[in-house]
């Protein structure tokens, strides 16, 4: 049976019908457009999905869509400034390589925004125990770690520290 | 995932209801593991009754003697609360080493315990804490509360609205966890209460139980080496790809002398 699911995703108030099983990452994916939010492992592990709700990172293939009525989401669409200008978390990804094929990066960096955002200034054990629920295939974690340190400097005003070639 | 009708009541009162009403009706939490069980179609309920919006269920307070935690506290709410770290900071560590970030954002401690995996962790804290579990019709001795795999002493129809832990003199939780799933292979809660000391495994068998010759060891000297005698019997634990029985009987006592010293 449809329902009818309203929420704000990205600052914007949106409301669909959709089957109640429907998952909130196909909702935003399939219902929104809005594919940045990848389906890596379909099984929960895996962290591709990870969106915003409310500010808590969740993972999107792990709840409905459903859940999310009334909620604020946001997903990596939603977090550079309406002039294209990157968050500082996506610049220091850029800046330190923190990507290789690029699939497991948008899970990354809202995992890292919520993290740095409880945690401004996290230890790099702090990162790694915070990417937990993240899995990066190419096992790229080294830069990814030294880009959500870069990041969390930058989030915290101070500038971005240049990749060391 | 197989079709169902969502439900997403008010108040606990209108949760039994619906359950009443159904005819394969299942409770949703913070759903960490029921959406991944229905996803691969390993269950069909006819209806998902939401409980995500009921504020009866919901916050951490002190009360006699301990800390009464509502059942759809999530984990990381529980780990970062300040009440939980300091009354039962061994809870709030608990808490903060379930799953992962995204998980603990979403799992509930009602959901945890209602399913009553072998390998969760807060079992071992029910039982350890001498905790009551409150449901919308009676109150539950933790230690009766579990009462085998995935199955507790819950009735048809019956929901868990909160949990009422005791406060120990200290106490600690050490765990071996799997590095990909995060759950206990094993997890040993150490608790004193005056001359009383509590030693529960979790992930090491079917269900949560107690070391008793490791309570009586400590209850006659609280130290990491007076576990040296003790140990529990490999029969009936659990033995999968992650470990076997002998192993799992082994750990249970690194990890119980851990709980020991990190008790202080």
Redesign the interface.
């Known amino acids: ?1 449809p ?1 009818t699911v309203s929420m704000t995703v990205n600052g914007k108030a949106v409301s669909r019908e959709v ?3 429907t ?1 909130l990452v196909t909702f935003l994916r399939d219902q929104l457009g809005l594919t940045g939010t990848h389906v890596g492992c ?4 895996c ?1 591709a999905c ?1 969106v915003h ?1 409310d500010g ?4 999107s ?4 869509a ?2 999310a ?1 009334g909620a604020a989401v946001t997903t990596i669409e939603g977090l550079a400034a309406a002039d294209g200008t990157l968050h500082p978390m996506q610049a220091a990804f850029r800046e330190h390589h923190g990507l290789q094929c690029g699939f497991c990066t948008p899970g990354m960096v809202m ?1 890292a925004v ?2 740095v955002t409880a945690n401004p200034s996290p230890s790099e054990h702090d990162v790694r125990e ?1 990417l ?2 993240n899995i990066c295939r190419c096992t790229g974690y080294h830069n990814i770690v030294k880009a959500v340190m870069a990041g969390a400097e930058a989030m915290q005003g101070g500038t971005m520290k240049a990749a060391a070639e | ?6 439900h ?1 009541p008010k108040s606990v009162a209108d949760a039994v209801a619906l359950l009443g009403q159904f005819e394969d009706p299942k409770l ?1 939490g913070g ?2 593991t029921l ?2 069980t ?3 179609r390993l269950a069909r309920p006819s209806d ?1 009754i ?1 409980l ?1 919006q009921i504020p009866e269920l919901q916050g951490i307070r002190e009360e006699a003697g301990g800390l009464t935690v509502g059942a759809f506290t999530r984990h ?1 709410e529980v780990a970062h609360s300040e009440t939980v770290q300091r009354v039962i900071p061994a809870l709030a560590s608990l808490a903060e080493g379930i ?5 603990r ?2 799992g509930t401690l009602g959901g945890s315990i209602c399913n009553a995996d072998p390998s969760a962790d807060y079992p071992a804290a029910v039982v350890a804490l001498k905790a009551t579990v409150r449901t919308d019709r009676r109150e539950i001795a933790g230690d009766d509360f579990f009462t085998g795999m995935f199955e507790t002493a819950l009735e048809p129809g019956e929901i868990v609205t909160a949990v009422h832990f005791r406060t120990p003199d200290k106490a600690a939780y050490a765990k071996f966890r799997n590095p ?1 799933s ?1 759950y206990a292979i094993v997890g040993v809660f150490v608790a004193v209460f005056g001359s009383e000391v509590r030693v529960t495994v979790t992930g090491a068998g079917p269900s949560v139980f107690r070391a008793d010759d490791m309570e009586a060891a400590l209850a006659q000297d609280f130290r990491a080496d007076a576990l040296n005698g003790a140990s529990v019997s490999a029969d009936g634990l659990n033995a999968d790809i992650h470990a076997s029985a002998d192993y799992r009987a082994h750990l249970v006592r690194v990890m119980a002398r851990r709980a020991v010293e990190a008790c202080g």
Not at chain 1, 56 to 59: D, F, G, I, L
Not at chain 2, 1 to 6: E, N
């Open positions: 049976m329902c089957e109640e099983r998952l379909d099984t929960s592990q962290g990870v709700i808590r990172s969740v993972k293939c792990t709840m409905l459903a859940q009525d995992s919520d993290l915070g937990e629920g | 995932m197989y079709a169902f009708t969502y997403r949703l759903g960490q959406l991944p229905l996803k691969q998902l939401d995500g990381a799953g992962d970030r995204q998980v954002n979403m990909a995060r």
